[in-house]
């Protein structure tokens, strides 16, 4: 049994699905310190003049130690327009564009409260037609599992008899290998290598929201994303 656990992210790039189609389980880690400048409420998109941001204003204050999921969002801010503008601006010319806009469509006329929320739609709705099972999918804040960083991430492998914890590259900062052997679980760091694929606007663009490959690659974005063509 292999468990991946990952904090959320907006539009996540492409090594995200790969850590969650290799899990058998796969955890979002969703009540954790939320970290300012991160990729939880921002990713990239390509257009004419290159990668371009696409950030969700929130509402917080980083002294309070505010968790992944009780991140508001500034709806003062219109930024649901400019998202859907800008992805309709950059890649109604791809491939698969009409094939999949309505996702967004539907998604930026809903009127968000919540980071998570809108984070996780996406998750779940870029999974399903990129062909990975939802039904792997769970939230930490649901598995009542308490303890410090290490601690914490033993024991949601060790709720579902984990053998394996799938780990981010940057988890070889601050995961002890060691810990987890002591209890029965192997760990494995990612390394992912970007594939490259066939793009608007010139040259080759790593490390963009997995829309992109989306876009532009549609029912092949899956084998291409696990490097399997």
Same mark, same amino acid.
């Given at each position: 049994?292999?468990?991946?656990?990952?904090?959320?992210?907006?539009?996540?790039?492409?090594?995200?699905?790969?850590?969650?189609?290799?899990?058998?389980?796969?955890?979002?880690?969703?009540?954790?310190?939320?970290?300012?400048?991160?990729?939880?409420?921002?990713?990239?998109?390509?257009?004419?003049?290159?990668?371009?941001?696409?950030?969700?204003?929130?509402?917080?204050?980083?002294?309070?130690?505010?968790?992944?999921?009780?991140?508001?969002?500034?709806?003062?801010?219109?930024?649901? %327009?400019?998202?859907?503008?800008? =992805?309709? *601006?950059? $890649?109604?010319?791809?491939? #698969?564009?009409? &094939? !999949?806009?309505?996702?967004?469509?539907?998604?930026?006329?809903?009127?968000?409260?919540?980071?998570?929320?809108?984070?996780?739609?996406?998750?779940?709705?870029?999974?399903?037609?990129?062909?990975?099972?939802?039904?792997?999918?769970?939230?930490?804040?649901?598995?009542?599992?308490?303890?410090?960083?290490?601690?914490?991430?033993?024991?949601?492998?060790?709720?579902?008899?984990?053998?394996?914890?799938?780990?981010?590259?940057?988890?070889?900062?601050?995961?002890?290998?060691?810990?987890?052997? %002591?209890?029965?679980?192997?760990? =494995?760091? *990612?390394? $992912?290598?970007?594939?490259? #694929?066939?793009? &608007? !606007?010139?040259?080759?663009?790593?490390?963009?929201?997995?829309?992109?490959?989306?876009?532009?690659?549609?029912?092949?974005?899956?084998?291409?994303?696990?490097?399997?063509?």
């Amino acid at each position: 049994m292999i468990v991946g656990i990952l904090q959320p992210g907006y539009l996540p790039w492409l090594g995200f699905f790969e850590q969650m189609y290799r899990s058998d389980i796969f955890v979002i880690y969703d009540d954790v310190q939320y970290d300012k400048e991160s990729w939880r409420n921002r990713n990239r998109i390509k257009t004419v003049n290159g990668a371009q941001w696409l950030t969700v204003p929130v509402l917080i204050k980083f002294n309070e130690h505010t968790l992944i999921n009780e991140v508001k969002i500034n709806n003062e801010a219109n930024w649901r %327009k400019k998202h859907l503008f800008s =992805i309709r *601006q950059n $890649y109604s010319k791809a491939p #698969y564009y009409r &094939l !999949y806009s309505s996702i967004f469509e539907e998604a930026y006329a809903t009127d968000w409260e919540y980071l998570i929320d809108l984070d996780i739609h996406f998750i779940f709705k870029l999974a399903e037609v990129i062909g990975i099972d939802t039904g792997k999918i769970t939230r930490s804040s649901t598995l009542g599992v308490i303890g410090d960083r290490i601690e914490r991430l033993i024991k949601i492998c060790k709720k579902f008899n984990a053998d394996t914890f799938y780990e981010g590259a940057s988890g070889k900062n601050y995961v002890e290998k060691e810990a987890f052997s %002591k209890e029965g679980i192997r760990v =494995i760091f *990612q390394d $992912y290598r970007h594939p490259i #694929y066939d793009q &608007l !606007y010139g040259d080759f663009i790593p490390y963009l929201s997995v829309i992109d490959l989306l876009f532009n690659q549609g029912e092949k974005s899956l084998l291409i994303l696990m490097q399997q063509t």
